[in-house]
T-cell receptor, first 116, second 108 residues
């Protein structure tokens, strides 16, 4: 079974440009999460989809970030315009169900974003 | 979600047991205790989880204090592949709050 995949693995862009990150969760997983680690900081939650609906987007840093999950399958995270402080590693994770049923989260390898 | 406290780093010799502690004194009754680890250049991966009772799986064991204010992840025989950052997370929901974790070094 394929795991969570993310594309691209690396992206280098200039400040002010737009970048779109893609995440393909494990097939059949309704829950999809985005996290990120910016330089020197801890991994932080960004948002959570249940199917195509945003369940919790409390971690989104500002309105330059837009996440979508059309059709409840893959998700995209767009940063527009990118700023220097957006550099870091963006992780996607998926899981099958919500509490109280316990489900482990499966993480992708991450996309390393560098904004110059 | 409860705040967790872990040592910044630990060292172990290969094939010896490793006990990774975690304090979570503000844990609520419904919070699970999750352990994930992150190997270099990879995303975090699930290790084990528990609620009240000790747990064993093929990767590790989780010992939970009776008052649930602390827990210990036990790797029974550390291998070089176990070198990673280990995160202890307490939450009911799955919007995890990651701390800095414990960086485990395994010496051959």
């Amino acid at each position: 079974e394929a795991g969570v995949t993310q594309f691209p693995s690396h992206s280098v862009i200039e400040k002010g440009q737009t970048v779109t990150l893609r995440c393909d969760p494990i097939s059949g997983h309704d829950n999809l999460y985005w996290y990120r680690r910016v330089m020197g900081k801890e991994i932080k939650f960004l948002l959570h989809f249940v199917k195509e609906s945003k369940q919790d987007e409390s971690g989104m840093p500002n309105n330059r970030f837009l996440a979508e999950r059309t059709g409840g399958t893959y998700s995209t995270l767009k940063v527009q315009p990118a700023e220097l402080e957006d550099s870091g590693v963006y992780f996607c994770a998926s899981s099958q169900e919500k509490p109280p049923t316990y489900n482990e989260q499966f993480f992708g390898p991450g996309t390393r974003l560098t904004v110059l | 979600d409860a705040k967790t406290t872990q040592p910044n780093s630990m060292e172990s010799n290969e094939e010896e047991p490793v006990h990774l502690p975690c304090n979570h004194s503000t844990i609520s009754g419904t919070d699970y205790i999750h352990w994930y680890r992150q190997l270099p250049s990879q995303g975090p991966e699930y290790v084990i989880h528990g609620l009240t009772s000790n747990v064993n799986n093929r990767m590790a064991s989780l010992a939970i204090a009776e008052d649930r204010k602390s827990s210990t992840l036990i790797l029974h025989r550390a291998t070089l592949r176990d070198a990673a950052v280990y995160y202890c997370i307490c939450s009911y929901g799955q919007n995890f709050v990651f701390g800095p974790g414990t960086r485990l070094s395994v010496l051959p």
